[in-house]
């Protein structure tokens, strides 16, 4: 019954995060460029987001591959490359620097988007392990269950002559 209750629980665990990682996805309204768009075409982009094109985002491995290869692709043209840490700490040294500033916004923005996804597809992957372990769970209770009928089923098909005859040749065995 353990494993039963478990596997309940763990199958909630897998809905809720879904369905969470869904619904604020989807009040984000993200969507892919469209397929054969020119925002598809960097190397560095197209292949982990043409299967997507288009749809809009609310899964976590839509939230991953927008967030490592089209986000991640263009921040690292934003600054040359550098994080806004890097980026934040220039514009410290010279706060009358428009352009470092406003490479600061861009980053610091940017990079809490792909944050803020990938976070996302965390969560909705806790919840894909989640459901692992309640179909590990109602299969192990299945089995228990299983070996729990045929234990019965033994003991109904044994009487108690044969399991006495049986624990008494055994027992001098062990003692030995």
Do not use: C
């Not at 043409?50 to 809009?56: C, D, I, L």
Request: without cysteine.
């Amino acid at each position: 019954m353990v494993l039963f209750i478990a596997g309940g629980l763990l199958l909630w665990g897998h809905s809720f995060a879904n369905d969470n990682v869904r619904n604020q996805l989807a009040a984000e309204q993200i969507y892919f460029p469209a397929k054969g768009s020119k925002a598809l075409a960097d190397p560095r982009i197209g292949p982990y987001l043409n299967k997507y094109a288009g749809q809009q985002l609310v899964t976590g491995p839509q939230a991953e591959a927008y967030a490592d290869h089209f986000i991640k692709v263009h921040l690292s043209e934003a600054a040359d490359g550098q994080t806004y840490a890097q980026v934040s700490q220039k514009a410290q040294a010279d706060p009358n620097n428009a352009k470092l500033t406003g490479q600061v916004e861009t980053l610091f923005r940017g990079e809490t988007l792909r944050g803020l996804l990938l976070e996302a597809y965390g969560f909705w992957k806790l919840g894909q392990i989640a459901l692992i372990a309640a179909i590990a769970s109602f299969v192990l209770g299945g089995v228990m269950l299983l070996l729990t009928g045929l234990g019965l089923l033994h003991l109904r098909r044994t009487g108690p002559a044969e399991e006495l005859a049986f624990s008494h040749k055994a027992a001098p065995a062990a003692a030995s």
